[in-house]
C-alpha cells in the first residue's frame, strides 16, 4: 500500500508539473502573441523584417519562388539568407492571408522553446524549480527584446537549438541529429553551432555522431555561403561576411585569430558596449554559465556579433541575443549543478529569487530595447495619437492591386494586397508613393522623406492627399489596378 500511494504521488507530481508548464507556455504566447498584434496595429511593424518575410512566405504559399520586392526587383530570399525553413509557415497563409500569421507564429516559436528549458532543469532540480528557470528563460530581456521586434527566422532557432542542446544533454543522437538537420535550415551560421556542438559529443563514444556533426556544420557552412547564396544573388557574391578587421574570408580569420590572439580578444570585448551586452547575459545568470561546457555552444553565436564590423549587432536590442540567451540558460542550470548551488536549500533559494528579481527589475532599465512587458504594464503599447490615425488614413488611400513604394513604417499594412517597395529600391512600375514626413528617412536605402518628395514631383507625381505628416501621390500614368502589381 506505501509503494502504491508513493506511486500515485509520483504520478500525480508528473502531471501537476505538466500542468503548470503548460500554462505558463499558453500565458506567454499568449501575452506575446496579443503585444505581437498590438504592436502591428500601432504601425510599429515595418518593412524591414516583418514585410520582408511576409512577401517571401506569401510566395512559398503559392508555390513561386520566394521574391521580395521590398528588397528590388524579382529579388530572391535566399540570396540574402539561407533560410528555407520559413517556406514551413507557408500554409499558415492558407487560413490567414496577413503578415499578423508571422507574427504568431514568432510568439508560437518562442513559447515551444519553453517546455524544453523546463524538461532539461528538471533533470538537475526539483519541480518548482525548473519552472522557476523555465519563466525567468521566457521573460528575459533577450526573448522580450525579440518579442519587441518584427519577425525573423532565428525565431525557428529557438526550439530547435533547445532540443538539440537537450539531446545532447541526454545522449540521444537521434534526436541531436535530427535537430542538427533542422538547424541548417534555419540560417547558414547555423553550421558554426553544429561545429561546437558536434565538439562536445566527441566527449563521449561513439565518437561518429560527433565527426558527423562537425563535418556537417563546416560543410553546411560552406556549401550554403559559396555556392547557394551567391547563386541567387544579383551580384553572385556572399553578402554577409561582414568581419572586416578579421580578414576577407573564413580562412583568413581564422588564421588572424590563431596568429593574433590578443587583437581577437580586444575586439571581442571593445568598444564598451560589448562589455555591456555580455554583462547583460551572464549577471542575471550569477556567472553560473561559466562552470558549464554547454556555455561553449554560445560561442560561436556572441563571435559572430562581437567581431561583426556591424555596431547594430553590438546591442541589446533587436532578435540578435534569443539563441545565445537560450543557450546560457541552459548553461546556467548546469553549471549550478555541477556547483551543487541546487542541492543547497539556502543557496537554491537565493538563486531562484535571483531568477525571479533580476527579470523584474531589467523590464525598469532604458538602455534595454523597450520590453513588452513595460510597454503593456504602462499603456504604452496600445496608446493611440494623431500621427496613427494619420498613418492609418493614409494606407485607406491606397487602392488593392497597385504597385506602391511606401515609408518602411507602412510597408506591413499594405503588402497583403499591392507589390510594395521602398522609395529608391528599383522598381518596374511605381502608381502610389506614401510618405512620412515626419520621419528621418524612409528605410532603406536612407533617404530622407523631403528628398523622395522633391523626386517624385520631379517625375510628375500629383499629391492626393494630406494629413499631418502623411502624404499620398499618384503616378501621372496611373491607370488602375494591374495583375503585374497584385502581391
Known sequence: MTTLTAVTRSARARVAGHWQVSLLTGLLFAVYGGYGLIRHATYLTAGYDLGIFDQAVRNYARFRAPHVPLKG???NILADHFHPIIALAAPLYWIWNSPCVLLLLQMA??????????????RRMPRGGALVVAGA???????????????????????ILAVAVDALDRRDDRTLLISA???????????AVLVMIGLLRLAYRPRRTGYLLIGGGIAGYLLVTGLIIPAFAPNGQFAYWTFDALG????????????????????????????????????????????????LI?????????FNSRDHVWTTHFHYNALPWLVLVLAMVDGGARLGVWNRPRLNRVMLAWLVIVPVYLCTVPTITAPAIRRMLTGSAWRMDAHLRDQQAAVRQVPADVCVSVDDRLATHLTS????????????????????MGQAQVGYPLDSPQQVLADSRAAGFVQVF????????????????SDLCRP
Not at 528563460?137 to 526550439?159: C, R
Not at 573564413?250 to 554583462?279: D, G, S
Not at 554560445?298 to 562581437?306: Q, S
Not at 517597395?421 to 528599383?426: E, F, N, R
Open 248 to 295: 576577407p574570408d573564413l580562412p583568413h580569420a581564422l588564421l588572424t585569430i590563431l596568429a593574433h590572439p590578443l587583437h581577437t580578444v580586444r575586439l571581442f570585448f571593445t568598444p564598451a558596449i560589448k562589455a555591456e551586452t555580455l554583462a547583460y547575459f551572464f549577471l542575471p545568470l550569477a556567472l553560473l554559465p561559466l562552470r558549464s561546457r554547454y556555455c
Open 417 to 436: 494586397t499591392n507589390r510594395v517597395t521602398l522609395p529608391g529600391i528599383p522598381t518596374p512600375r511605381t502608381d502610389f508613393v506614401v510618405l512620412d
Open 181 to 191: 538537420g533542422l538547424l541548417l535550415l534555419v540560417r547558414e551560421d547555423m553550421g
Open 298 to 306: 554560445a560561442v560561436p553565436l556572441l563571435a559572430e556579433r562581437f
Open 73 to 75: 526587383t524579382d529579388y
Open 109 to 122: 516559436l518562442i513559447a515551444a522553446s519553453v517546455p524544453v528549458v523546463y524538461s532539461f532543469a528538471l
Open 466 to 481: 494630406s494629413q499631418g505628416d502623411l502624404l499620398v501621390l499618384r503616378s501621372p500614368g496611373y491607370t488602375g489596378p
Open 137 to 159: 528563460y521566457g521573460l528575459g530581456w533577450a526573448i522580450q527584446a525579440m518579442v519587441d521586434f518584427d519577425f525573423h527566422e532565428v525565431a525557428w532557432g529557438l526550439p
